[in-house]
């Protein structure tokens, strides 16, 4: 009895949108250690938008990396330890299939991906940070 087929997903090679051989849609995003948290996150949500209307409804899996941003929370500090929990869980993983990050490694959304990703990322009062 031969194995059942399991595919092998990697991490693109370079940061942006490529398509897999199954019709799936890879998203790789690279934070340099210049990077504000809210450059970080208008670009994650640029790269899914991206992908939404270069592949319409496709699965997508999201890889992040962080460079520098070193700190005390689990190996980064306190913006990207908050990128990778609270904005990430809130406003990136409800429109991927999956995702890999730094600090948690790979996870699977146990809920379909949706497809209906807002016109634009704001940032309100609402994070903590000042609106102005």
């Known amino acids: ?3 059942s087929f399991s595919p092998d997903y990697n991490k693109p090679d370079e940061p942006g949108i490529a398509m897999n051989f199954d019709n799936t849609v890879s998203l790789y995003q690279i ?3 210049s990077e504000s948290f809210e450059e970080a996150a208008g670009s994650a949500f640029a790269l ?3 992908a939404q209307k270069q592949y319409p409804d496709w699965p997508r899996i999201f890889y992040l990396d962080v ?3 070193e700190g ?3 190996g980064f500090d306190a913006d990207f330890f908050e990128f990778q929990q609270e904005f990430w869980f809130a406003t990136i993983a409800h429109f991927v299939t999956a995702f ?3 600090m948690l ?3 699977v959304n146990p809920k379909p991906q949706r497809n209906d990703i807002p016109d634009e990322l704001s940032f ?3 994070n903590g940070k000042d609106p102005s």
Do not use: F, N, T
């Open 124 to 126: 309100g009062s609402s």
């Open 48 to 50: 899914l938008r991206d």
């Open 1 to 3: 009895m031969e194995p």
């Open 72 to 74: 005390e929370q689990q």
């Open 31 to 33: 934070v340099s250690e």
């Open 67 to 69: 460079l520098g941003h």
């Open 105 to 107: 490694g790979g996870l």
């Open 100 to 102: 890999e990050l730094p």
